[in-house]
C-alpha cells in the first residue's frame, strides 16, 4: 500500500526534518562513552536551579492543564509590550509554522533567502504555496535588495532569521530598517531572532518593539538557545494584537506544557544564568574562531552561539574521523555546501578537545591523498 495517495497534495514532495545526530543516538551505534555535541547549537549547561526547581514543583501539578498567564506577564513586563502581543509556542519554529499556516494560501508566495533556515520551505509547501529565493549576502547572511526585489503582488510573507542558523550572520540596523521600511502593506515579515541573545552591538536594540510600530513585522524568540532549555519546547512570537488574535484561531489548546511554562519563567527571572550562557559563548566562540583561523580553516563571522566553518577538502576526513572519537558537529550539506561544518560553541573545556581533535585530523590529512570533500 502506498500511503502517499492518501496524502494531501501539497504535502507529498516533502520530506521529515532531519535533525543533527543526538548524544543518544551515536551512543546506541557507536558504544562510546565520553560525546561531546556540537550539532544543534544548544546552550552547553544544564538549566539553571532556579528553572530545575521550578519545573519540578510543576512536575508534582501535572494532573492539571497548564495556564500560561504568569509567563506572559513576565514576558510583557521585561520586553515592554502589552499583553495581547504575545503568543506561546511549542519552541519558536511551532509559532513560525502557525504563522505560515494563518496567513499563507495557496494563491500566495513566499520569500526566503537560499541559505536561510532549512526547516521553512516545507511549511510554505504544506500549504500549497509558492517559494520564491532570494540570494544571499556575504557570509551567507540575507540580502534585503535581494529580498525586496523577490517581492511580487502574491508575495504575503518574508521569512527571515536573524542570526541566521547557517552562519550567524545578522542584519545590522540599518539593513533591518530598509527592510521594514521597504515592506508593501500586503507582505508580512517574520524576524525570527532564535540567536537574538547573542548578538553585539551592531545588531538592531530593541526589536521587541518593532510589531507596535510596524504591525505586518511579527518577532519570534526562544528559550532553547540563551536560555538553555531545548528539550521544554517553548517560543514565543511578539505581533500585532489582531494577527495574534487570528493565530489563536488555529492554535492547538495548550502549546506549552506546565513544566515548560515554569521552566521558561523561572529563566527569565534568573538574570545570572542567562548572563553566564551568553558569556561563555561568546569567549568560547573567540577562542574556536581564532584557534580554527590559526589552523587556516576558514571561519564566517557570525553572531549566535556557533560557527560556520570550511574545511575544503579535509571536511569529509575531519566531520566523520570527529564522529568516531564522539564529536558531533553539523555538516552542512543539506545546504548544498559539501565542505561546511557548523560548530556550537561549546563549554571552555570541550573547546579545548575538540580542537586538540582537529588539530589531530588536520595533521593526518595533509598528505592530499586522503581529503575528500563531504557529500
Ligand atoms: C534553533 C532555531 C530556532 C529555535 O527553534 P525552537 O523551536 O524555538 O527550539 C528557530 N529558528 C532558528 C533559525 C533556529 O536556528
Not at 35 to 46: G, L, T, V
Not at 173 to 201: C, K, M, N, Q
Amino acid at each position: 500500500m502506498d500511503w502517499t495517495e492518501f496524502l494531501a497534495p501539497p504535502l507529498r514532495s516533502l520530506a521529515p526534518y532531519r535533525p543533527g545526530i543526538t548524544e543518544e543516538k551515536l551512543r546506541r551505534e557507536r558504544g562510546l562513552r565520553e560525546i561531546y555535541k556540537f550539532s544543534s547549537n544548544e546552550a552547553p549547561f544544564s538549566p539553571s536551579p532556579a528553572a530545575l526547581a521550578a519545573m519540578q514543583g510543576a512536575l508534582t501539578q501535572s494532573n492539571r492543564y497548564p495556564d500560561a498567564q504568569a509567563l506572559l506577564d513576565q514576558l510583557a513586563a521585561r520586553l515592554h509590550v502589552p499583553l495581547d502581543t504575545l503568543v506561546l509556542g511549542t519552541g519558536s519554529i511551532d509559532v513560525i509554522g502557525a504563522l505560515v499556516r494563518a496567513f499563507v494560501s495557496p494563491e500566495h508566495n513566499v520569500v526566503l533567502s537560499e541559505y536561510g533556515y532549512c526547516a521553512y520551505p516545507a511549511f510554505v509547501t504544506e500549504q500549497g504555496a509558492a517559494l520564491r529565493i532570494a540570494a544571499s549576502g556575504p557570509h551567507f547572511g540575507h540580502d534585503v535588495e535581494q529580498l525586496l526585489a523577490r517581492v511580487d503582488g502574491r508575495t504575503r510573507m518574508i521569512l527571515v532569521d536573524s542570526p541566521t542558523n547557517l552562519s550567524g550572520q545578522s542584519l545590522d540596523a540599518t539593513a533591518l530598517t530598509r527592510l521594514v521600511d521597504g515592506l508593501p502593506a500586503h507582505v508580512l515579515l517574520i524576524l525570527d531572532e532564535a540567536y537574538a541573545e547573542f548578538t553585539d552591538s551592531s545588531a538592531p536594540r530593541d526589536t521587541e518593539q518593532l510589531p507596535l510600530r510596524h504591525p505586518n513585522v511579527i518577532v519570534t524568540r526562544t528559550f532553547s538557545k540563551a536560555y538553555g532549555l531545548a528539550g521544554l519546547r517553548i517560543g514565543y512570537g511578539i505581533a500585532a494584537a489582531g494577527l495574534i488574535d487570528c493565530l489563536n484561531r488555529i492554535r492547538p489548546p495548550f502549546p506549552a506544557s506546565r513544566v515548560a511554562l515554569a521552566g521558561a519563567a523561572a529563566a527569565l527571572d534568573d538574570v545570572a544564568y542567562l548572563k553566564r550562557i551568553v558569556s561563555a559563548t561568546l569567549s568560547g566562540r573567540r577562542r574556536l574562531t581564532d584557534a580554527l583561523r590559526a589552523m587556516n580553516v576558514t571561519v564566517f563571522d557570525g553572531n549566535a552561539n556557533f560557527v560556520l566553518t570550511d574545511f575544503g577538502l579535509a571536511a569529509k576526513t575531519v566531520y566523520e574521523g570527529l564522529l568516531k572519537r564522539g564529536f558531533i558537529t553539523r555538516a552542512m550539506n543539506t545546504y548544498g555546501l559539501p565542505t561546511h561544518l557548523r560548530i556550537s560553541v561549546g563549554a571552555a573545556d570541550e573547546v579545548e578537545k575538540l580542537l586538540g581533535a582537529i588539530k589531530q585530523l588536520l595533521e593526518a590529512t595533509s598528505d592530499n591523498t586522503t581529503r575528500g570533500a563531504y557529500r
